[in-house]
């Protein structure tokens, strides 16, 4: 009796199993909606009204504006004159300086960290390290002043008294030395952190391979070159692919909050001037001519990035 | 016994420490351990700096510059700021933010993550690519302004939570850590007869705390720290944010009407000479307020040190 009613019970539950496994997959589409209803709207909606670089465009003519008429290239026009590749150029100058500097110094603070002897030392350094990281670029913009203020309170300025050199420049108002303090404030801010990936790769690499290398007799320096270092090299390729495909993007919160409007013509970069042009003036379909035209040479340059690291080492995201 | 003893306490350890390290490896050990205290000291001095200023009587750091003490302690700039009516509003709204959007965005890329894990999804390599491909080929900054314009977005409190709230690489990392998982959690919950409703609230979610609260903390900051979308999409003062108030106060003469207002009102309620002599400068107002929007956050990053580091090594790893 039993036996029956358990094999009446089983096939029973055989049937609603298998009714069950069709009915439930609705439910993950029920989770997954409002990842793909807002990548829909956020992020296809969008890359679609980039189309807008081709109209006349007017805010209310057809949905979002899109019914404005054609006019094909004739938003293009700044590629055309003078000012526009001096912009692009100084863009392109100060990602390439970013990236020059803060990419192999991150590189070189990891094996650093890893070379340390005292854990607790190691990880109070890292703690203090991840600070910076933690603050918006409006207080670094509002420290920097401070420091380079020609007035009373500036730090800078007070050191250079006290070491004896005579007067105080005015650092905030001198184009020149906008570059530099992109590059030191961009250090200060993001070294720290961008060795997080460096470490976690580091902890991946097999111990048996330093094990072996000692056992050779490699020197410490040997060991971090030609063990340590070879295995960050992956994650260094990605990283330089993603910043090859930022290279016409600088950093719109840093520029714009360290900018005044003292330097402002002088230091000005391609999302400053969409965002000035684009959003603050409204003139929308000039400011997305530029701002397609960036896009679609960061395609360009992340797809030859990628190709160049998978020919030379094995590497790249697609 | 003795002998025993020793010899067995001498036995070469396999660590490094048996090994004489050379001259050279000395000096660089030194050299480095002077770098990080030096390292450390740049990272931290600055916000040292904001503290003391914060801290000092406005007139006297005026006169002459302070290095490493304050020289007269006072309240009066935070006393200043914080009787500027606007701030109380946006530490609410900014609060607010700081809840609401990371909660909305950690869920949804988590409810993704975990159906995007199923491997009986249909369509699921689709999906993944649809997901994926607006990271590379994003909206710009103008079309995305539209976007938002047009769906009447703009001056909402919603404009913070919704246009981020799906960030495909967050969702990779916990798919990964769901990866993880042994999958014979989910076959003998279905096999138990739950929907994947159950498996998710009562299984995926309570085993995943940490990721989810490394995220969360992610969210938090940068929600906090975040200016562009009040610089874009906000003009009306009653939803400015903390960020966007320090912007102002750095940018504009926002710091000058700050003493002026709090003058008139302190002009009417004391005639205390010593009030009077320490009239706050902008300086000094702007370094309370970075102060006061800074430190909260650094204050709480110790707590979710842990939290992060051990989640972002295993999913960046694997990701």
């Known amino acids: 009796m039993n036996t029956a009613v358990e094999l009446g019970g089983s096939s029973k539950k055989r049937k609603k199993f298998r009714s069950v496994q069709t009915q439930y997959i609705g439910e993950l589409f029920v989770l997954l909606a409002p990842a793909l209803l807002s990548t829909l709207v956020f992020g296809y909606l969008p890359m679609i009204s980039n189309y807008m670089a081709f109209l006349d465009y007017r805010l209310t003519n057809g949905f979002m504006g899109l019914g404005s008429p054609f006019v094909g290239f004739k938003n293009f026009d700044f590629l055309a004159q003078l000012w526009f590749y001096r912009i692009v150029g100084r863009t392109f100058l100060y990602s390439i300086c970013g990236i020059a500097v803060s990419y192999p110094s991150a590189l070189l603070l990891a094996l650093c960290f890893n070379e340390l002897r005292s854990l607790r030392f190691k990880k109070i350094v890292q703690t203090i390290s991840y600070v910076p990281h933690f603050v918006s670029w409006v207080t670094v913009a509002s420290i920097v002043y401070m420091f380079l203020t020609v007035e009373y309170e500036g730090l800078f300025n007070n050191l250079r008294q006290a070491l004896g050199f005579a007067g105080r420049i005015s650092f905030m108002q001198k184009a020149d030395y906008f570059l530099p303090l992109l590059v030191v404030s961009s250090i200060w801010k993001n070294l720290g952190w961008s060795t997080i990936l460096y470490m976690s790769a580091m902890s991946s690499i097999e111990e048996q391979l330093y094990e072996a290398a000692m056992v050779d007799g490699a020197s410490r320096l040997q060991r971090a070159l030609f063990i340590t270092l070879p295995g960050l090299v992956p994650i260094f390729c990605i990283q330089l692919i993603f910043s090859m495909g930022n290279l016409f993007n600088s950093s719109f919160d840093q520029v714009f909050n360290l900018q005044n409007d003292v330097i402002q013509a002088d230091i000005m970069t391609l999302n400053l001037y969409t965002y000035f042009y684009g959003i603050v003036n409204q003139r929308f379909a000039h400011a997305a001519a530029v701002g397609l035209f960036n896009g679609i040479i960061s395609v360009i340059l992340i797809c030859s990035t990628n190709a160049v690291t998978r020919r030379l080492s094995d590497t790249g995201i697609f | ?319």
């Open chain 2, 1 to 319: 016994m003795d002998i025993e003893v020793k010899s067995a306490n001498s036995a070469p350890k396999l660590s490094g420490a048996a090994i004489r390290r050379s001259g050279g490896e000395r000096a660089f050990d030194i050299f480095n351990v002077v770098g990080m205290i030096l390292l450390g000291i740049v990272m931290v001095y600055p916000f040292y700096y904001v503290l003391i200023i914060a801290f000092n009587s406005p007139t006297d750091t005026a006169a002459a510059p302070l290095w490493l003490f304050p020289r007269k302690l006072t309240l009066v700039n935070f006393e200043t700021v914080l009787q500027y009516p606007g701030l109380s509003r946006a530490f609410l709204i900014t609060t607010l933010r700081c809840l609401a959007a990371p909660l909305y965005s950690v869920s949804v890329c988590f409810m993704a993550a975990y159906a995007l894990s199923n491997r009986q999804l249909p369509w699921r390599r689709f999906i993944v690519f649809f997901l994926l491909l607006p990271t590379f080929i994003g909206g710009s900054m103008v079309s995305t302004y539209i976007v938002i314009a047009r769906l009447k977005l703009i001056n909402t409190f919603w404009v913070f939570v919704l246009p981020g709230a799906f960030a495909y690489f967050t969702s990779v990392v916990m798919r990964a850590s769901l990866d993880n998982l042994p999958a014979e959690l989910q076959e003998s919950a279905m096999l138990d007869g739950a929907n994947y409703y159950r498996i998710f609230f009562q299984i995926m979610l309570p085993l995943s705390k940490s990721v989810l609260a490394a995220f969360f903390f992610f969210a938090v900051v940068s929600n906090w720290l975040d200016l562009n979308s009040s610089l874009f999409y906000i003009t009306k003062k009653n939803l400015y944010t903390l960020q966007y108030i320090m912007h102002l106060v750095l940018k504009s003469n926002e710091a000058a009407s700050i003493i002026d207002h709090n003058s008139q009102s302190m002009d009417l309620l004391l005639e205390d000479m010593e009030r009077m002599r320490e009239k706050p400068t902008p300086l000094s107002v702007r370094m309370a307020i970075t102060a006061l929007v800074t430190f909260p956050i650094l204050f709480i990053y110790p707590f979710f040190q842990r939290y992060f580091v051990k989640g972002m090594l295993t999913g960046a790893v694997k990701a």
